[in-house]
């Protein structure tokens, strides 16, 4: 069937940071089974900061990501495997490793200001024959003018489909609806959006960013993904049929996925507390989360003071370690005002 929106998704992936990236090779082949069968286009599948993110820095995988890829390629009739790739952190064999394991398609993801460091990933994507994405994360951080200039470069670098990523779920559906049309009328690619849930937020951006122009649009089962979540996969395919948009993703089936799966091995729900509140207020990356709640623990200090410094600091994706510095500092402070 022509699908006039493409649904990507990303339970596998984001999903990996709320899971400390502990799936199983069982649970990736019951979850991509079930995204198969229910018509799921693409679904990405890596650990959540992309191929070649199992470190000390970002958190060790359980399982080998290229397992994992294997196992979820095996599964699939007709969907296709992302993989996601953070120049700096994956290199060039990861991602010759990740097509020999089943990848059909990469997306390339870098802050929102940095695009200039992904033309060799993206180039190498095209050679390989990948479908090739540039992902332009933390998107609320910059004016729209120098979003539109990084797009221009994923797109000259051969980038056929750029995404707006609401990294921290920090932006308003008026926002997102300025960047999906700026980007429309600037670049010839196809534009994507990813949203994160942490103002309540996620679905009407997305349908925001939709009616704007984006055509491929992101989400996880059961919101499964960093801070609170994506936007809701199968919440978007019900969405989507009332507007009568064609996503080729069968409601029930989606549903049964998300309910009868993930919702087993989910170690807690998806739902907007005051740290995730507070990720989306300041504009903090979204996977910083789960380092914020052990550095309070640790120093014995409220999470959100730590965050809130954090979005201050304007701090970005790969600087985890700043998150336990602030801690401290904050720690040591309370201490002389006592």
């Given at each position: 069937?022509?699908?006039?929106?493409?649904?990507?998704?990303?339970?596998?992936?984001?999903?990996?940071?709320?899971?400390?990236?502990?799936?199983?090779?069982?649970?990736?082949?019951?979850?991509?089974?079930?995204?198969?069968?229910?018509?799921?286009?693409?679904?990405?599948?890596?650990?959540?900061?992309?191929?070649?993110?199992?470190?000390l820095q970002y958190g060790f995988s359980k399982v080998n990501e290229l397992k994992l890829i294997e196992a979820a390629a095996a599964q699939c009739s007709q969907a296709k495997i992302s993989v996601l790739l953070l120049p700096g952190i994956g290199i060039k064999e990861d991602l010759e490793d990740a097509v020999k394991a089943g990848a059909?398609?990469?997306?390339?993801?870098?802050?929102?200001?940095?695009?200039?460091?992904?033309?060799?990933?993206?180039?190498?994507g095209r050679k390989l024959g990948l479908t090739t994405v540039g992902f332009l994360m933390m998107a609320h951080m910059a004016p729209v003018e120098k979003l539109v200039e990084q797009a221009k470069l994923f797109e000259s670098y051969g980038a056929e489909i750029v995404y707006v990523t609401d990294s921290a779920g920090a932006?308003?559906?008026?926002?997102v609806t300025e960047r999906i049309k700026a980007l429309k009328d600037n670049i010839s690619c196809e534009i994507g959006f990813h949203g994160h849930n942490n103002l309540s937020l996620a679905m009407a951006n997305t349908l925001a960013a939709v009616e704007a122009g984006a055509t491929y649009?992101?989400?996880?089962?059961?919101?499964?993904g960093a801070g609170s979540g994506n936007t809701q996969t199968e919440v978007m395919a019900a969405v989507f049929e009332r507007y009568h948009y064609q996503t080729g993703v069968e409601l029930y089936p989606i549903m049964d996925v998300a309910n009868d799966v993930v919702a087993k091995f989910m170690p807690r729900p998806q739902e907007i507390n005051g740290s995730?509140?507070?990720?989306?207020?300041?504009?903090?990356?979204?996977?910083?989360?789960?380092?914020?709640?052990?550095?309070?623990?640790?120093?014995?200090?409220?999470?959100?003071?730590?965050?809130?410094?954090?979005?201050?600091?304007?701090?970005?994706?790969?600087q985890e370690d700043l998150i336990f510095e602030v801690a401290r500092e904050i720690a040591e402070q309370q201490k002389h005002t006592v």
């Open positions: 069937m022509k699908r006039d929106l493409h649904i990507v998704d990303v339970t596998l992936r984001d999903g990996s940071h709320s899971m400390r990236h502990a799936f199983t090779e069982e649970q990736v082949k019951q979850v991509a089974k079930g995204l198969d069968q229910s018509g799921v286009e693409y679904f990405e599948v890596s650990h959540g900061d992309g191929l070649g993110g199992s470190t059909k398609m990469v997306r390339v993801a870098t802050h929102v200001t940095e695009a200039d460091v992904a033309k060799q990933h993206l180039q190498l932006l308003l559906p008026h926002q649009v992101d989400g996880s089962l059961r919101c499964l995730s509140l507070i990720m989306g207020y300041s504009g903090v990356y979204s996977s910083f989360l789960l380092f914020a709640q052990e550095a309070a623990e640790k120093f014995g200090v409220d999470e959100r003071d730590i965050l809130t410094e954090l979005g201050r600091m304007q701090a970005v994706g790969g």
